[in-house]
C-alpha cells in the first residue's frame, strides 16, 4: 500500500510573515491590516494600552507621557512626565498658523511650553529595534508635572533613570523565536478595551467624518450629479430623501442623536452594501 506523501508546508519564521499570514477560511478583516489603526480608540480593542508598562517598573498613560504608576524603587517618578529615551525625545513641538511678530508655537495657559508627547508606536519604535530587554536611560522631569512640558535645556530640571524596555513580541519556549503575539507583561485581561468609550455608540458617532471608515461608512448611496458633484447621504441621517450631506454639529434633527444610538441602535443603524443601503421593506414604508 502506497504511504500517502507528507504535505509540504511553510513555517513562517519572521513576524512580518507572521502578521500577514490569513488563516484557510479568515475573512481580511482578521488581519492586523485590516484594523483601524489609529492612536486612538477603536470599536474592537485600543492598542494604545500596549505601550503602558513597555518600561519595567512603571506604567504610563496610553496617550501621554505621564507616568500615572510606578514601583517602590521608582516612586520618584510617579506623576512625572517621560520626556526622552535613550536620548531621543518622545515629545515634539506644536506649530500652526501664526499671527505675523508672534511665536508660531501653539502654546496655551495649560501648555506654555507648546509641546505634545509624540504617538508611542512611532517614537519608541528605534528603542525597540536596538534595545529590547535593555537597560536604556530615560529622561524624566525632575518633579511631577500634571501639564505637558518641553524639554529643559537645564540638565537639573531633569531626572535619568536606566529602565529596562519589555520586549513587544512573546517568545516562544519551544522553538526559541518570537511570535506574532503581544507579550504578556505588557497586556492583562481586560487592558485592550479598558479605556474604549462605554457606551460603545458615543464613540461610534461621536468619532466624526471618516474616522471609522474600517468600521462603518460615513457617506453613502453617492451618485454623481450633473455637474460632476457627489451627492449622497451622511450614514446618520434619518431619512434618505432628499440625496445631500448634513454635517454632524451634534444638535440637527436631520441625523440620529445619541439617545436613538443608545436606545435604538439595532433598528436605526442600516447595513451598507458596496456603499448603498440595503433594501429593507421598513425603510420602504417609512418613504
Avoid at 496610553?62 to 510617579?78: I, M
Avoid at 496655551?108 to 537597560?135: C, F, I, K, T, Y
Avoid at 453613502?220 to 454639529?249: F, T
Wanted: some cysteine; overall charge negative; glycine content about 6%.
Amino acid at each position: 500500500m502506497t504511504q500517502p506523501q507528507p504535505i509540504a508546508s511553510i513555517h513562517p519564521t519572521n513576524l512580518s510573515a507572521q502578521l500577514h499570514y490569513r488563516a484557510t477560511g479568515n475573512p481580511p478583516s482578521t488581519l492586523a491590516a485590516s484594523a483601524i489603526s489609529n492612536a486612538f480608540p477603536g470599536l474592537e480593542f485600543d492598542f494604545r494600552n500596549v505601550w503602558r508598562r513597555i518600561f519595567e517598573g512603571i506604567e504610563l498613560h496610553e496617550a501621554d507621557n505621564y507616568v500615572v504608576r510606578a514601583d517602590p524603587e521608582h516612586k520618584n517618578l510617579k506623576g512625572c512626565r517621560l520626556l526622552r529615551v535613550g536620548g531621543e525625545p518622545v515629545v515634539g513641538n506644536l506649530t500652526g498658523p501664526q499671527i505675523p511678530g508672534r511665536d508660531q508655537r501653539l502654546a496655551s495657559a495649560r501648555n506654555p511650553d507648546g509641546v505634545m508627547m509624540l504617538e508611542w508606536s512611532n517614537s519608541l519604535a528605534g528603542v525597540l529595534d536596538r534595545h529590547v530587554n535593555q537597560r536604556v536611560p530615560c529622561d524624566f522631569t525632575s518633579n511631577p508635572s500634571p501639564d505637558p512640558v518641553g524639554i529643559p535645556e537645564d540638565p537639573a530640571k531633569l531626572q535619568t533613570v536606566e529602565l529596562t524596555i519589555r520586549p513587544l513580541f512573546a517568545t516562544s519556549e519551544v522553538v526559541n523565536e518570537r511570535l506574532a503575539v503581544i507579550d504578556e507583561q505588557l497586556v492583562r485581561p481586560g487592558d485592550l478595551t479598558s479605556s474604549l468609550c462605554s457606551p460603545w455608540q458615543n464613540d461610534y458617532r461621536e468619532c466624526a467624518c471618516y474616522y471609522w471608515a474600517a468600521s462603518r461608512p460615513d457617506f453613502v448611496n453617492v451618485d454623481v450629479d450633473e455637474q460632476g458633484l457627489s451627492m449622497g447621504n451622511n450614514w446618520l441621517s434619518v431619512r434618505r430623501e432628499p440625496k445631500e450631506y448634513v454635517l454632524d454639529r451634534g444638535a440637527d434633527t436631520r441625523l440620529l442623536t445619541y439617545d436613538d444610538l443608545f436606545r435604538e441602535w439595532q433598528q436605526q443603524l442600516r447595513f451598507v452594501v458596496g456603499g448603498r443601503d440595503y433594501p429593507d421593506t421598513t425603510d420602504e414604508a417609512a418613504r
